[in-house]
């Protein structure tokens, strides 16, 4: 016989430390709201992605489901994260722009939100690209016309400036004397992060915005300009296309005083100084 006196087994991953603690700690709470009087001892969970901040998961429990996301308060930067993304879920609650959020706990930074089935995920991919821009512009109106707000004045060139874009954008023909000539016409709550697999598509067709963790007040148009920047790198030779689709969307769901052509101006103009800024790293680095 084979003897294992001597053989270690491997400690188990954080994730798997941190997701027993929760369900040991709230598992009643989480069972009543995914399936009532389910026992609590049947919910699995299975760690759909992670990062250096959160876990994700999906609960199961008998047929019903939830998402689980975990943020580690250990990790630098993750308390922030999950409040930004617990004030967005909870301003947004009586909206249809996110998925539900049915729980959270503030002590052990947890948020139990919406399961969307997988066939709702990477919208981006599934759907034309000028279905999806369009979907995207509509979504970014909508969302700009429900978050928290301030009020600020300025303009583009002065936020832009701040932005350590200065010396690039007075490489740019005219930018700087454009620039300064659109007004900043608020601040408002923007996701702030363009990735575009950052939608979801619910069971109905209609787009879902998700990840709020790096949610902050920006200038209206802020998430506009993301997501243009994000089609013109996803889509190449039909970047032009998708563009004009996002701008398009934007502009019948909008109802606020942004002009779509000079936010559009601004997209272009914040494109070029950030590939000149590339550009110049690049000669640096050589």
Known sequence: MENNANIIEPPPAAWQDQIRRVLTQAGPAIARILAPGQDVAAIDADLIKSSGRAHSFRLRLGTRTGFLKLFDPAVTGATRAFASEKRVLTQMKDTDLVAKLLAYCDQNHWLLIQDIPETGSDPAGRLEPTVFAHQVGQWIAQFEATAADARTGGNWLAYTTRLGLGPYIDQIDRARDQLSEIPLCGLVMARNDGALHNYLSAPDGRLLGCDFET?????????????????????????????????????????????????????RILFCAQFLKHQNFQRRAA
Do not use: C, M
């Open 215 to 267: 949610a902050r007040l920006k200038p209206r148009g802020w998430e506009y300009v993301r997501a243009w920047h994000a089609l013109a790198h996803r889509y190449g030779d039909q970047s032009a296309a998708a563009i004009e689709a996002l701008s398009n969307g934007f502009d019948t769901a909008h109802r606020g005083a942004l002009i779509i052509d000079e936010l559009n101006y601004v997209a």
